[in-house]
T-cell receptor, first 111, second 113 residues
Framework: GESVGLHLPTLSVQEGDNSIINCAYS??????FIWYKQESGKGPQFIID?????DKRQGQRVTVLLNKTVKHLSLQIAATQPGDSAVYFC??????????FGSGTRLLVRP | DVKVTQSSRYLVKRTGEKVFLECVQD?????MFWYRQDPGLGLRLIYF???????EKGDIPEGYSVSREKKERFSLILESASTNQTSMYLC????????????FGDGTRLSIL
């Protein structure tokens, strides 16, 4: 079936640097994408979403880029902080009410 | 902010017991979901509900049932718990029709002995 995947399972960055987390999706019909952050011991937390009629959307310190040509999604975090350390998931809308989640990338922020 | 509350953070039960996991959301969302999360397997959808008294099977419904008697509450039931149901269980809710942003609770870590 259709699935969402991630290129890098673990990303280590220096505090203050920018982070880029990537995601490949396989369903060209998907038109809605979400990034979640999951800290240890907590549930996934909504960060930002984007619809397929856009290629970029910005939030506070985060930017999501969507490249529909190559079916690629990325999350950019500016000036990464220790509190950004977490597992990040992308998700795409599947059939009906379902979301299809990627397996996650762990972001480690070095002091 | 959306608040999704799961009744227990940690739960230990015995094989064969009937187990109830409760979830409540306070944002009047139409849709509610139950997932399990296991290392290496990611989030897997067990059941979801898009209206009171309505339920739909997810990807792994075997061994589970659900109940949605009120809009704000969605219960997951393990009819006869087994050790392979030891997992982190996550409840989520979303608004409106179709696949939208889901908001999660902090999970129940369930151990079946």
């Amino acid at each position: 079936g259709e699935s969402v995947g991630l290129h890098l399972p673990t990303l280590s960055v220096q505090e203050g640097d920018n982070s880029i987390i990537n995601c490949a999706y396989s369903n060209s019909a998907s038109d809605y994408f979400i990034w979640y952050k999951q800290e240890s011991g907590k549930g996934p937390q909504f960060i930002i979403d984007i619809r397929s009629n856009m290629d970029k959307r910005q939030g506070q310190r985060v930017t999501v880029l969507l490249n529909k040509t190559v079916k690629h999604l990325s999350l950019q975090i500016a000036a990464t902080q220790p509190g950004d350390s977490a597992v990040y998931f992308c998700a795409e809308n599947g059939s009906s009410y379902k979301l299809i989640f990627g397996s996650g990338t762990r972001l480690l922020v070095r002091p | 902010d959306v608040k999704v509350t799961q009744s227990s953070r940690y739960l230990v039960k015995r094989t064969g017991e009937k187990v109830f996991l409760e979830c409540v959301q306070d944002m009047d969302h139409e849709n509610m979901f139950w997932y399990r999360q296991d290392p290496g397997l990611g989030l897997r959808l067990i059941y979801f509900s898009y209206d009171v008294k309505m339920k739909e099977k997810g990807d792994i419904p075997e061994g589970y049932s659900v109940s949605r008697e009120k809009k704000e509450r969605f219960s997951l039931i393990l009819e006869s718990a087994s050790t392979n149901q030891t997992s982190m269980y996550l409840c989520a809710s979303s608004q409106g029709q179709g696949a939208g942003a889901q908001h999660f609770g902090d999970g129940t870590r369930l151990s079946i002995l």
